[in-house]
């Protein structure tokens, strides 16, 4: 007998028919003993969730506009919720309360936590687990920066009282006791957390996909699932744009060495995806873990003659970077050059500017700007012990007509980056995967 911790995100308890579902894939593991939930998502599409409501509730309120309706569209879900899964919490009752603290003025950060607490109250009931408030255990500072010691010390001595528990994701609390919520996806980051101070076998976090796919399903149709993924490789697929789940949100999992399994709600026979420390073996054949991709990215490309001589010159381009407060992506160089790459969106009108002091602190022989340029990151530790594999890449995206700008391969030979045209990533992405995938 071990122990799991499961995180069901808000499709997965978006309504009684998603929560029954979850009931059964609890209760067909008796090693799931501490369920950590989101509000209520999307039913359907043109639905809103939960938490979105509350947001408009609360930013209604502050500008003197009725909210009644608003709010009442959250009270009719959990009411039905509450009869459909013919358990009697009084919601009514915790509704009010909301409500009273609305009109008084309460913070932002409340009002939409309130979505996670209602949820965790009735998941509760409905599966005879005991109740357990993540404010007070799940800790942050007076400037809203998350404990992590102080929430794992709280969390295992509450998590010591209750042999089965339902925990809300999303919220702890600040020093004064006031709800403190964590960005977008706080829930995941709660399920983490509490994997580590159960110092679970597993984390299990339940959403609506079948873990994470070679590729964006929305590129590569019938995209294979990856079973098996290292934490260093998540990262490098979540950073060139993977959304299943981001690596930081795994944090605490990952220092306490606690392999993550990323499953379906609606398909619990499907095995998912197991995100471990280390790469696991990859399927017969196969060389890659997974592609991703990103739009828009700027290149700077510098030429100086003896730039290898010459000391200082890349702490310099960090330093210009650092002025202007943008982040440098890439770096790849050369005996002579250095391709300075970044994002778009942190230029912010600026490009003219930022060339214009490289130029004056740099003096380079020449500049080159390429701008509206796709970065695709083909990643995966099978990589590095395979020869060739950067010869069928390059390959591939020549059959296809691709023009390649750019060329980055980490140090750890994990992964090879290339540049192309924005225009070029979807049928760039399609063609590496032709040539890996079988």
Same mark, same amino acid.
Request: hydrophobic share 40%; no cysteine; net charge negative.
């Given at each position: 007998m071990g122990i799991k911790v499961a995180k069901f995100g808000g499709s997965s308890v978006a309504d009684a028919i998603q929560i029954?579902?979850?009931?059964?894939?609890?209760?067909?593991?008796?090693?799931?003993?501490?369920i950590v939930v989101s509000a209520p998502g999307k039913r359907f599409d043109g639905d809103t969730k939960i938490t979105d409501l509350l947001y408009l509730c609360k930013t209604h309120r502050e500008h003197n506009l009725p909210y009644e309706q608003l709010f009442q569209v959250v009270c009719d879900r959990y009411k039905v919720t509450e009869v459909n899964l013919e358990v009697e919490v009084n919601i009514r009752k915790y509704?009010?309360?909301?409500? +009273?603290? /609305?009109?008084?003025?309460?913070? $932002?950060? =409340?009002?939409?936590?309130?979505? +996670?607490? /209602?949820?965790?109250?009735?998941? $509760?009931? =409905?599966?005879?687990?005991?109740?357990?408030?993540?404010?007070?255990?799940?800790?942050?500072?007076?400037?809203?920066?998350?404990?992590?010691?102080?929430?794992d010390r709280a969390l295992k001595e509450e998590l010591k009282k209750h042999e089965r528990a339902v925990i809300p994701g999303f919220y702890g609390s600040s020093p004064d006791g006031s709800v403190k919520t964590f960005s977008r996806g706080g829930s995941d980051i709660t399920g983490a957390l509490v994997a580590r101070a159960a110092e679970a076998d597993v984390y299990e976090n339940w959403t609506d996909v079948s873990g994470v796919l070679v590729a964006d399903p929305r590129i590569v149709e019938g995209a294979k699932p990856i079973s098996t993924i290292s934490y260093k490789e998540l990262r490098e697929l979540s950073y060139m744009g993977a959304s299943v789940l981001h690596e930081d949100a795994i944090y605490p999992a990952r220092a306490a060495d606690i392999p993550v399994n990323i499953r379906n709600t609606?398909?619990?026979?499907?095995?998912?995806?197991?995100?471990?420390?280390?790469?696991?073996?990859?399927?017969?054949?196969?060389?890659?873990?997974?592609?991703?991709?990103r739009k828009n990215f700027t290149v700077i490309a510098l030429y100086?003659?003896?730039?290898?001589d010459e000391r200082g010159f890349v702490r310099r381009i960090a330093g210009i970077l650092e002025d202007f407060d943008i982040s440098l992506e890439h770096l790849p160089t050369g005996i002579d050059t250095v391709?300075?790459?970044?994002?778009?969106?942190?230029?912010?009108?600026?490009?003219?500017?930022?060339?214009?002091?490289?130029?004056?602190q740099l003096k380079p022989d020449t500049i080159d700007v390429i701008e509206h340029m796709a970065l695709i990151a083909t990643v995966g530790y099978g990589m590095s012990s395979r020869p060739g594999?950067?010869?069928?890449?390059?390959?591939?995206?020549?059959?296809?007509?691709?023009n390649i700008r750019m060329i980055d391969q980490g140090s750890s030979e994990m992964n090879i980056i290339v540049g192309v045209e924005n225009d070029d990533l979807e049928r760039s992405i399609k063609a590496i995967y032709r040539a890996f995938i079988k």
């Open positions: 029954g579902k979850t009931k059964k894939i609890i209760e067909a593991d008796p090693d799931r003993k501490y509704l009010d309360e909301i409500r +009273e603290n /609305l009109e008084k003025g309460t913070t $932002a950060d =409340y009002v939409a936590s309130r979505g +996670e607490y /209602l949820n965790a109250i009735l998941i $509760a009931a =409905y599966l005879g687990y005991d109740f357990v408030d993540a404010a007070g255990l799940i800790q942050f500072d007076a400037k809203g920066r998350l404990l992590p010691e102080e929430t609606n398909r619990p026979q499907d095995e998912g995806t197991l995100i471990t420390a280390e790469a696991g073996p990859l399927e017969d054949g196969q060389i890659i873990t997974g592609i991703a991709g100086k003659n003896m730039l290898s391709s300075v790459v970044i994002s778009e969106d942190s230029i912010d009108g600026r490009l003219d500017e930022i060339v214009e002091e490289f130029r004056q594999v950067s010869a069928a890449l390059f390959s591939a995206l020549a059959e296809e007509g691709v």
